[in-house]
Every structure is written in structure tokens, then in C-alpha cells.
């Protein structure tokens, strides 16, 4: 395992997952999960957890833990546009 390469594969990794990576980089990522039993147990991890999360079903934040959210993240003017298309 060569870590240089692993961390190579970590940093492209969402480019990889969602299908956007340049070919011959998802080769070399391949060709090195191949020998790499942690990348391709990271991989196959992250690919198991986006598809258990797009599985789940959407659900609606009650309004005054929404309210608390914007207003911690500062998105408060974000929260008044959201209000009025309700």
C-alpha cells in the first residue's frame, strides 16, 4: 500500500463516486483498489452510505428547528425568502 496513492484516491474521491473524474485517473483509482484492500473498503463504504441515504426517505423540519438552523448558520435571509413561497 502506498500511501501517497491512497491519499491521492481520497482526495479524489467524490469526483470518482459521482462519475465526473477524468478516465484515466479512474483507472489509476482502480487499478489501485485492486491492490489496496482500505481504498476499496472505503470506497465501497462511502458508495454503501450514499445509497442508503438517497433511499431514505425526505422529510420536512419542523418549523421552529428550522428556524434555529438558518439563524445559527446566518441564513436568516434565506429563512424569509423560504416563508414566503409557503
Known amino acids: ?6 491519499r491521492h484516491l481520497l ?6 463516486i ?3 473524474l477524468d478516465e484515466t485517473l479512474c483507472r489509476e483509482i482502480e487499478a489501485h483498489m ?5 481504498c476499496r ?9 450514499i445509497l442508503l441515504y438517497r ?3 425526505a ?3 419542523p418549523d421552529d428547528v428550522r428556524q434555529r438552523l438558518y ?7 434565506f429563512l424569509d425568502s423560504k416563508k414566503n413561497k409557503h
Open 1 to 6: 500500500m502506498d500511501s501517497l496513492t491512497c
Open 11 to 16: 482526495d479524489s474521491l467524490s469526483d470518482y
Open 18 to 20: 459521482d462519475g465526473t
Open 34 to 38: 485492486a491492490d489496496c484492500e482500505n
Open 41 to 49: 473498503i472505503v470506497v465501497n463504504t462511502l458508495e454503501k452510505t
Open 55 to 57: 433511499d431514505l426517505p
Open 59 to 61: 422529510s420536512d423540519l
Open 71 to 77: 439563524t445559527s448558520l446566518n441564513l436568516d435571509d
